[in-house]
């Protein structure tokens, strides 16, 4: 069954300490990956798309990579500015589907 | 740029009352459609696409019901409410088949069933 899975669920990070976030899938013919900031009580907002394995997109602190099994999203010298929930999620070829995983809720302190 | 709207932002509804959401897109066209609930502290879940008008698939088969009857119009509903459908709803859009395009999301409707 197709699946994807982030990890950690939650992450408390101190402002300026560099941590990354993991999005691992099991999943047949991928034709894309996307990752995206939500803020609470918000619709999520699209940060990058990872077409293929060996890529990497850089937007401010954040970078995202994409192996044939998973993304990392690294967050460089965060800012409390910088909490929220990060969701992951890949689109299939064939299917005009996207499956999410449950993100990673991420709590930067000053 | 194109612009995609949800209405209503918050609503509050008894058990058994009636329900309709609706989503509309701006600044582009025949666009794929989709429908999701978010719980508290949860993923996305998938509920309804929708390639074109009048063309709804059913990902979760439950009390509610999708319907397109515009090319940018997406609309969500129910004839009797649950407890359980309670939640975040949010619409989202890519462009049609065929494109390796991004999926961008609705402000959200937050629901609270009582």
């Known amino acids: 069954e197709d699946q994807v899975t982030q990890s950690p669920e939650a992450l408390r990070l101190q402002e300026g300490e560099s941590s990354s976030l993991n999005c691992s899938y099991t999943?047949?013919?991928?034709?894309?990956l996307f990752w995206y900031r939500q803020d609470p009580g918000k619709g999520p907002e699209f940060l990058f798309t990872?077409?293929?394995a060996g890529e990497e997109k850089e937007k401010e602190r954040l970078k995202a990579t994409l192996t044939k099994k998973e993304s990392f999203l690294h967050i460089t010298a965060p800012k409390p500015e910088d909490s929220a929930t990060y969701l992951c999620a890949v689109a299939l070829y064939n299917f005009n589907k996207f499956y999410f995983g449950s993100g990673t809720k991420l709590n930067v302190k000053p | 740029s194109q612009t995609i709207h949800q209405w209503p932002a918050t609503l509050v509804q008894p058990v058994g009352s009636p329900l309709s959401l609706e989503c509309t897109v701006e600044g582009t066209s025949n666009p794929n459609l989709y429908w999701y609930r978010q719980a508290a502290g949860r993923g996305l879940q998938l509920l309804f696409y929708s390639v074109g008008i009048g063309q709804i698939s059913s990902e979760v088969p439950q009390n509610l019901s999708a319907s397109r009857p515009q090319d940018r119009q997406f609309i969500l509903s129910s004839k009797k409410l649950l407890l359980s459908d309670s939640g975040f709803y949010l619409c989202a859009w890519t462009r049609g088949a065929g494109s390796t395009d991004t999926q961008y999301f609705g402000p959200g409707t937050r629901l609270t069933v009582l």
């Open positions: 990872l077409y293929s």
């Open positions: 999943v047949s013919g991928l034709r894309g």
